[in-house]
């Protein structure tokens, strides 16, 4: 199998997830590549077996430049996707995400969120047990 990964990490908690991602994927002996959403051209973008999108919320929608990425995405159609979101305060957009693709007529996979917050084991960052919900995610891509 063969995975392209796009992301866009403002703090580093989304980098650190698909970071941890493409380790796991390797692990299965997947082909991962990984790009930021200024690295990747959303006109011509690699072949993969599956694409995987992850970008924080910012208030009310996605990440800006994820959101220009998704939008301007072209001969996606029929290409399987998954989608990653980091976010603060209870701001989950997969579903926005999701809505860009579904223009595309992508096909989704699988999807999780990771809710940024403050804790004793973590301080301001990735709450506890993401590492539980990521392997999820693997398992469904």
């Known amino acids: 199998m063969k995975y392209v990964i796009v992301y866009w990490s403002r703090y580093g908690n989304g980098k650190k997830v698909v970071n941890s991602l ?54 996606m159609e029929e290409k399987k996707y998954g989608l990653i979101n980091t976010h603060w305060m209870k701001k989950n957009r997969l579903a926005k995400m999701e809505k860009l693709l579904s223009k595309k007529k992508m096909i989704k996979v699988a999807s999780v969120d990771f809710p940024i917050g403050k804790d004793a084991n973590t301080g301001n960052g990735l709450m506890e047990g993401w590492e539980a919900k990521l392997d999820e995610f693997v398992g469904k891509l």
């Open 22 to 75: 493409a380790g796991k994927l390797k692990e299965k002996e997947a082909e991962t590549q990984m790009f930021t959403t200024d690295e990747a051209n959303p006109t011509a973008m690699p072949p993969a077996d599956t694409y995987i999108f992850s970008a924080p919320s910012e208030s009310a929608n996605i990440q800006k430049n994820m959101r220009k990425f998704m939008k301007n995405l072209q001969g």
